[in-house]
């Protein structure tokens, strides 16, 4: 979309959804902006907005914002020290059965 507003309802989209998730994004769009104007793309296509939006995907990625966050003891996430619990694993093993 080469309209700049439609960058803006993406942000704020991602705001609502989650602020964890929208402070790397303003992040990634500044600094996607910023390199693309550093390395002489178009200023068309810098002032469209274009040349940060793949930026802020990738910032999101980066910087977690595609993780679910889980709820610990104290209802917060990771519990009462803000640390967020590992992934659990694959589980016990099983030994096979013997007949």
């Known amino acids: 979309m080469p309209q700049w507003y439609v960058g ?3 942000l704020a989209g991602i705001f609502a959804a989650s602020r964890r998730a929208g402070a790397p ?3 990634g769009s500044v600094v996607g902006t910023g390199t693309a104007w550093a390395l002489g793309a178009p200023a068309e296509q810098v ?3 274009t040349m940060g939006y793949h930026a802020v995907l990738v910032a999101m990625a980066l910087c977690g914002g ?3 966050v889980r709820a610990g003891p104290a ?3 990771g ?3 803000g640390v967020l619990p590992a ?3 694959p589980g ?3 030994r096979p059965r013997r007949f």
């Open 8 to 10: 803006l309802i993406f």
């Open 25 to 27: 994004a303003c992040v």
């Open 47 to 49: 002032a469209e907005g």
């Open 66 to 68: 595609f993780l679910a």
């Open 75 to 77: 209802g917060l996430p």
């Open 79 to 81: 519990g009462s020290t």
């Open 87 to 89: 992934a659990p694993g």
């Open 92 to 94: 016990p093993t099983r």
